[in-house]
């Protein structure tokens, strides 16, 4: 007994149920043969009405309920978002299960977007329930999980598809007993004492200033705001009158010389934010909200992070709308009833070869601060390609590896953007930068539905979709592509101007070691 209740105190225990939780609630496998199961017997509705009425409500509920959601769910303290998110994917299922009609699914799409917006809960809830030094651990456990859960579940949707071993309805009821289980496991799931915006742990109110509970992230203790001024001016004092001597003596633009010096200065500053933040009142919803505006406009302030949130959202819009709508264009190039559909082996493909993708870029030596975005313009070419060949080939196989080669890649690049993304960045404001991208995203994904898909816009078939969406990739390739040979251009020139002036390069050098 000593032993268990030990263990309910290390941080082996809530990520191991965040763990269940996250793999019992994906897998689901049914998912890759939605379409086939709406355009069938058992509901018999036409593509059109799929694509162009029921689908697109998914997308205006998940932007309806994003920021709401995103602001209960640090309120509330993360657990009870996510019982209610297992709650919603039942409420789902189920209605998908026993429900027809236009109306009625476009319901089920409006729960569905409900539960896609508690995934932040899912993604925040480890910040403080497990120790800073555990994070990168627990953070991979939890996204292993979820792989698993899709690819586990992609494999047995196709698997009892193809061989015939139960009807699309008895997938569903599996799914509901998978829901009921992780829902379960989500109610024993610790609740956190604390949250990344409405209730920091404060250090003034009498608490020792030791004692940090076992479950949550430690943080920095700040100085005292006169040592914090003393140090600010002193600090400020030494790095301008080092930028005077070096205005002086270097010529060139960006001198390198006073950047430990700078770090410490932003270092003092963001002591500087902590005290503030915890001399604030525990929960005040106009002071976090003040709060958050700040470090918004601070986090985007940054020219390079501007650009590659940029790229997140402008491709995870297109990225949406290509996984959301592509089962349409299979049922078009091949339709279910004349042929044995594999949507859920490529599914499980997808997801393993994306993973690939995204683990290797970790043992990449590449400069991504300097190849990063002209990576991202051939890369979303290649992106492009792939769903004009999807379009044009007429062929179900080229259909399925040109969708393999365009998931691949947009988990490397978005892997790659977040790791640009988080470098320099604390945790709740990556939180933040997170949650104004997923935004962006479905803002951009919302006027592209809007306009191309809905019926009460242009409503056009899958295939002019699809070369539209091909088009829009192309379109980022040559924006990222020109900047990023634009970045490597202006960086090579700054390397020649300090090869023609050795000396300065020198006493930089000399400087920093």
């Known amino acids: 007994m000593k032993t268990m209740k030990q263990w309910m105190k290390d941080w082996r225990y809530p990520t191991s149920l965040l763990c269940i939780y996250g793999f019992f609630s994906t897998v689901k496998p049914l998912e890759p043969f939605l379409i086939p199961y709406l355009a069938g017997p058992d509901k018999n509705l036409t593509i059109e009405q799929v694509t162009n009425q029921i689908f697109p409500v998914w997308t205006y509920s998940y932007l309806a309920v994003l920021v709401p959601v995103f602001l209960l769910t640090d309120w509330l303290r993360y657990k009870p978002v996510v019982v209610f998110q297992c709650t919603a994917l039942f409420v789902t299922t189920a209605m998908l299960l026993w429900l027809k009609g236009v109306p009625e699914m476009q319901a089920v799409q409006f729960t569905y977007g409900l539960v896609t917006s508690c995934d932040i809960a899912y993604f925040t809830y480890i910040y403080s329930m497990v120790e800073l030094k555990h994070y990168l651990k627990a953070t991979s456990y939890c996204r292993t999980a979820q792989l698993l859960g899709y690819t586990v579940g992609s494999v047995l949707g196709q698997v009892l598809v193809s061989f015939e071993l139960l009807s699309y309805k008895s997938i569903l009821v599996i799914t509901l007993v998978l829901t009921s289980i992780a829902w379960i496991t989500s109610i024993f799931l610790p609740l956190p004492k604390t949250s990344m915006f409405f209730h920091q742990r404060r250090r003034d109110g009498g608490e020792d200033e030791d004692e940090v509970h076992e479950g949550s992230v430690g943080t920095v203790r700040p100085l005292e705001p006169e040592a914090l001024e003393t140090a600010k001016g002193s600090l400020t004092k030494d790095v301008t009158q080092n930028n005077e001597q070096s205005s002086l003596e270097n010529p060139l633009d960006d001198v390198k010389v006073n950047e430990s010096a700078e770090k410490q200065q932003k270092n003092l500053e963001g002591s500087s934010d902590n005290n503030s933040t915890i001399n604030s009142q525990r929960g005040g919803c106009g002071d976090v909200l003040l709060r958050l505006w700040k470090d918004f406009l601070q986090c985007f302030s940054s020219r390079t992070l501007l650009y590659w949130s940029a790229w997140w959202a402008l491709a995870t819009c297109g990225y949406n709308q290509t996984v959301n709508y592509v089962q349409a264009l299979w049922e078009h190039v091949e339709p279910s009833n004349n042929f044995t559909v594999y949507n859920g082996g490529v599914e499980a493909i997808s997801n393993l070869f994306g993973a690939a993708a995204a683990y290797g870029v970790g043992f990449s030596s590449a400069d991504w601060s300097r190849w990063g975005e002209m990576a991202l313009g051939v890369f979303s070419a290649l992106e492009g390609g792939a769903l004009f060949a999807m379009v044009f080939s007429a062929n179900i196989w080229v259909c399925y590896c040109g969708y393999i080669l365009f998931k691949s890649l947009y988990m490397l690049l978005i892997t790659i953007a977040m790791f640009q993304i988080a470098a320099g960045l604390n945790m709740e404001r990556y939180a933040l930068v997170f949650g104004a991208n997923t935004f962006c995203a479905l803002v951009f994904q919302t006027i592209l539905t809007s306009v191309v898909v809905d019926s009460r816009g242009l409503g056009l078939d899958v ?51």
């Open 463 to 513: 295939v002019t979709q699809f070369i539209i969406y091909g088009t829009y990739f192309s379109i980022i390739a040559v924006v990222f592509f020109a900047r990023g040979l634009y970045t490597s251009l202006r960086q090579k020139s700054k390397k020649k101007k300090q090869r023609a002036n050795p000396e300065v390069d020198a006493q930089i050098k000399g400087t920093k070691l």
